[in-house]
């Protein structure tokens, strides 16, 4: 009976179907393998009837997909059916464009599981942000040992499915030429198959609203609302439906620029500046300054919520400084540390900082210090150019560039550039051959606890962690151990002040859909002679590092920046970003973060590592911090537009 009814459809229609469920089986595999990759280890189970509900959910997002994917081919196929069944072309056409798209699915879908794994969120438009540097970018993905599996599997699932639409086209060919089928019943079949097409790509038959991301949250869990999300499905529409469009001035900008006026203790009379003068009582310290901004330095990785301590050299250096316990970075990528390090400013949603804000400089603590004739530098392990870092730190007052390019090549060990230990001793080599009689400013972005993780081969430490990740964090805290040792050493160290914080922090499980392991990261000032070891519980920010450097120094400045001296004020909230987020975090602990291209609000106790949602609960916080947070990226939004944007 079913054969026959099979028989009875045009070729396209069975093709069609076949396709669909092909592709639909596909997509579900994958969310299967999601799901046990990802499971959190030791947390309590979600209900079946909730994982279901995920499981079900996914499949209208596997829907929208598929149909999508089959749209063109499928007209391919009914105008091979319908006019051009006694040629070729047309159907070798459809079955290109098929194997096209589903590849490409196939390998979007395997390239979401270390990028998951990475930021903790589907595939989407974000992953693009380094297209022109095409390059480097295949080489950090290549030169790490653990992603080639997932090349490989995307390369096998790709010959499978080679043979199976190969077989399907196969099919369509013989049923064409066995049996006539009529233009009246070809055009019949089509009328019926367009309401299922728009229906697929709907996702759902409400009239209201199409499949949007907001859906996949069917539950207070954190990683089953994950489940759900379709990455081909993520993708595509953060790249063609969430573009980014021409900034307007919002029409209360007034308002939040007097909330920023306030939040930062700016008495300017001019309505649209924050600028406020930083003064000190007493005369100017020149200090020289280092600042290390260590790659993925989470305060996770040190021991924080029961977390293993893979940074026993870093907590003790801790002992002998001042450590901020609660400070955040701007965003989760290195651009984002970097630029709000050097410059005081927030990092933008969806902008590539160092790239883009070049119309002219900021207020730096390289400008300033420039002012103060001191030596510049800036350091990286690896290309300077790679994300306009040597151009945008040159612009704001780092005059000399050091890199793997001033070490002999054999020293670069893998694209990250040189081990962390080489770009320290370029460092004291570029220091001390230098004018001595100028104090200096060094800055210093490590890169060994980056993928791919690659340990140095003949240095007197071999870490012990149980995966190279691990391995590696152990090596970059080893080599920052050697970096004050040999510091110490120096007849400059008590006359430097080092400061240490991580440019972003890493994925860990078990926090929130927005991670704080990846904002939370550590703020160090190590000056025993000067400094009184402390651990300050000030909330703080990355655009807070200049002022509160130039406090120490005792540097007065008019200050435009968005931080501030956080040895002597406080922050009632800070606020920060990770890519398609915004997070604010309370003085009293209040977590509230808003998930943007799911439309979707929390409210969290985070010290403790509360996992219970308060937003409904106490509407009122939530409300206030989401409102504090987005005046204050309006305002430094509007600053950054008028005055230093220039893509």
Known sequence: MLKKFFAYLPPFVTTAFTLFFLQFFILTIFRIAFYFHFKPAGEPEASTSVLLTAFRMGMEFDMV??????????????????????????????FFFTLIIFFLYAMISCADLPYYRQFSSHLNKQAFLWADSPGFVLKLIFGNISYYGFFILSVLICVLIFKLVKKIYEAHLLKLR????????????????????????????????????????????????????????????????????????????????????????????????????QKSDSAFKPYNVVIVCMESMSTYKMGIHKREVLTPCFNSIIKESVYFDRFFSSGI???????????????????????????????????LLLEKNYRTFFFSTHDPHFDNMEGFFTQNGY????????????????????????????????????DQSKPFLGFIMTGSDHGPWQVPENIPFNPTADTEEKRATQYAD??????????????????????????????????????????????????????????????????????????????????????????????????????????????????????????????????????????????????????????????????????????
């Open 478 to 647: 080893w080599s920052l151990g050697e970096f004050i040792k040999i510091a110490k050493t120096q007849p400059w160290y008590n006359n430097t002040l080092f400061v240490f914080l991580g440019d972003h922090g890493y994925f860990v499980d078990g926090t929130y859909e927005m991670p704080l392991s990846y904002n939370h990261v550590p703020f160090v000032m190590h000056m025993p002679k000067i400094l009184k070891p402390d651990t300050l519980h000030n909330l703080g920010y990355q655009p807070d590092v200049t002022s509160t450097i130039a406090g120490v120094l005792n540097l007065s400045f008019t200050n435009n920046t968005f931080g501030k001296n956080i040895l002597k004020e406080k922050h009632p909230f800070v606020y920060f970003t990770a890519d398609d987020k915004i997070g604010c975090v309370s003085e009293d602990g209040y977590f509230y973060y808003e998930l943007l291209s799911q439309k979707a609000k929390r409210l969290r106790k985070y010290w403790n590592l509360d996992q219970t949602d308060y937003y409904l609960t106490n509407k009122t916080k939530a409300d206030s911090l989401e409102r504090s947070a987005k005046f204050m990226l309006d305002a430094a939004e509007f600053f950054i537009r008028k005055d230093y944007f220039s893509y």
């Open 65 to 94: 997909a598929t149909t999508y994917a089959l749209l063109f081919p499928v007209f391919l196929l009914l105008l091979n059916d319908l006019v051009f069944k006694k040629t070729m072309l047309v159907h070798k056409l459809a």
């Open 333 to 367: 990528h290195t651009f984002n540390g970097l630029f709000s390090t050097c410059a005081g400013y927030p990092g933008m949603l969806t902008d590539h900082t160092l790239r883009r804000y070049t119309k002219k400089p900021f207020t730096t603590l390289g400008n």
């Open 399 to 434: 005059k000399n560039t050091l890199s793997a390019f001033d070490l002999p090549k054999e020293k670069t060990i893998s694209v990250t550039g040189v081990a962390d230990h080489e770009i320290f001793n370029l460092f004291f080599n570029t220091v001390n051959s230098s």
């Open 178 to 277: 066995q049996k006539e089928f009529g233009p009246i019943k070809i055009l019949l079949f089509t009328v019926i198959m367009i309401p299922l097409m728009i229906g697929g790509a709907r996702g759902r038959l409400s009239s209201k609203s199409t499949t949007h991301e907001g859906l996949a949250i069917v539950s207070d869990n954190l990683f089953v609302n994950q489940i759900a999300l379709n990455p081909n499905f993520t993708l595509f529409r953060s790249l063609l439906f969430q573009k980014i469009k021409n900034y307007k001035v919002p029409d209360n900008i007034d308002e939040s620029i007097l909330f920023a006026k306030k939040y930062l203790g700016s008495d300017n009379t001019d309505a649209r500046s924050v600028s406020r003068e």
